[in-house]
């Protein structure tokens, strides 16, 4: 930051001959020795906190040796070089139909996908296919086509907002309530008419894990069809429950078991279980794609469809994700899938125990859980403040207002991710009663300025 006016840093080694000072803002002048550049940047890291008490990211924070392994062997791969690395690119392939089978596609071998950078490209791409369906059969129609929307929940993940915003579609939220805590169908047909392109059901709604119940939504689209003749495709934002939902709730028919459901999105980063850097986006079928949304890059005397908002990018966490198909099976993601889950519970009926507190959600659904402060506990403290107090034992459980309309209501979030164990639980549950106990005994509010909400998508 610039505004403490210090704009040297020192590293830590102070040999002689060597650079003692770099200009934070400038690229310095000359070289200097690589263990002094590596030095400093690895100090300057050291005030970040650190990744695997941090319980505010769905992102994946730990991979095993072999994965590091495999990282390494591929840092250098662009995945849009698709003749350099015919394999990776192959192995891309592989990837998304093993996803488009694990959500049950009814014809595997007709879908189309691709990975991303994560979900927020994925979801790009799976609006723009939507945006660009409607405006072909408007067209097709004789209809004007310049008034787009898209029909969410007001809890949807800031991606979705930002879609609207780029591709000048209007964004209609459904507000969520006490009795309607996500999206649900209820009242779904006064948002949706026909310049509706889509609406989007989220699998594990980001502020709270809940997953939204697409079948119902599915539902309360095919009897708005039935009534008006408007044909309404929905897309399921499953950032993180796409990677759940297959192995935890196998029953829950919430994908592409639906007819309705045209595409589907995850964060290979996320339950995927691979490090920053990958989603994937799939739809049920080729010609959900409109073909004019594709670029044909030459490959190996073929030719490879791409459909992507970047053009060179890591190929590394792709490698990554494949070796984690095969390196855990359905029964390895269940296995590990199940161990977070377990911890979630324990966690969630812990804190529901306490008597601060009361659960929105048992995280029952995504490994993921939030609470709210109970009515008239006290008045002398707040989740934000139990958040400071967690964050001097180095955990980071951030608390927020949930979205419109119940922006009056704070709650506070844990998100278990593969690596938060149960002795690391059990620590937590002790410091989270002994902040409790110590806030409890304050005879005075505590003060309120400089808060910060740590909200972390
Ligand atoms: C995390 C998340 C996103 C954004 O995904 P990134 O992989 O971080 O780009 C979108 N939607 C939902 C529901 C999410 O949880």
Not at 314 to 326: D, M
């Amino acid at each position: 930051m610039a505004d403490d006016g210090i704009v040297e840093v020192n590293p830590l080694f102070a040999r002689p001959g060597e650079t003692a000072v770099a200009d934070r803002f400038r690229i310095p002048a000359g070289s200097m020795l690589p263990e002094t550049a590596y030095q400093i940047v690895h100090d300057e890291i050291m005030l970040d906190g650190n990744s695997r008490l941090n319980l505010a990211t769905f992102v994946g924070t730990w991979m095993d040796p072999y994965a590091s392994k495999l990282y390494a062997d591929a840092f250098d791969k662009n995945m849009i070089d698709k003749d350099e690395y015919p394999q990776t690119a192959a192995i891309e392939d592989r990837c998304w139909k093993m996803l488009a089978e694990l959500w049950n596609a009814p014809d595997p071998a007709g879908t189309v996908g691709t990975s991303t950078v994560g979900s927020s490209e994925a979801c790009m791409l799976a609006g723009l296919a939507l945006k660009r369906r409607w405006q072909h059969a408007r067209r097709a129609a004789g209809k004007p086509a310049d008034k787009p929307n898209l029909v969410m929940s007001s809890a949807v993940q800031v991606v979705w907002e930002k879609f609207c915003n780029y591709w000048d579609v209007e964004p209609r939220y459904v507000p969520i309530t006490e009795d309607h805590t996500c999206l649900d169908g209820h009242d779904l047909a006064s948002y949706v008419d026909e310049n509706t392109i889509g609406v989007v059901a989220i699998l594990g709604v980001t502020y709270t894990g809940v997953y939204e119940p697409v079948r119902e939504i599915a539902a309360a689209l095919d009897a708005l069809q039935r009534d008006t003749g408007l044909d309404v495709p929905l897309h399921v934002d499953g950032a993180s429950g796409a990677m759940i939902a297959p192995f935890l709730q196998p029953d829950l028919v919430w994908d592409f078991r639906l007819e309705r459901v045209h595409s589907i999105n995850t964060s290979g980063h996320k339950y995927g279980l691979v490090y920053p850097g990958l989603g994937w986006v799939v739809w049920r079928s080729a010609d959900l794609l409109p073909e004019d949304l594709v670029f044909r890059v030459s490959y190996l005397g073929g030719d490879m469809p791409t459909f992507a908002l970047n053009f060179s990018r890591p190929g590394a966490q792709v490698l990554l994700q494949y070796y984690q198909f095969l390196r855990q099976g359905r029964a390895g993601y269940r296995a590990v899938q199940k161990a977070s889950h377990d911890v979630a519970r324990f966690l969630a009926e812990g804190v529901g125990a306490m008597d601060a507190f009361e659960l929105w959600n048992d995280g029952s659904d995504i490994p993921v859980f939030a609470w709210r402060q109970k009515a008239g506990h006290t008045g002398n403290w707040s989740l934000y403040d139990l958040s400071e107090r967690l964050r001097l034992k180095g955990w980071q459980v951030p608390a927020y207002p949930l979205p419109d309309d119940l922006a009056d209501l704070t709650v506070q979030r844990v998100v278990v991710r593969n690596g938060l164990g149960m002795d690391l639980a059990r620590s937590l549950l002790d410091d989270i009663r002994h902040a409790v106990g110590f806030l409890d005994g304050l005879s005075a509010p505590m003060p309120s300025e400089g808060r910060v909400s740590g909200f972390h998508h």
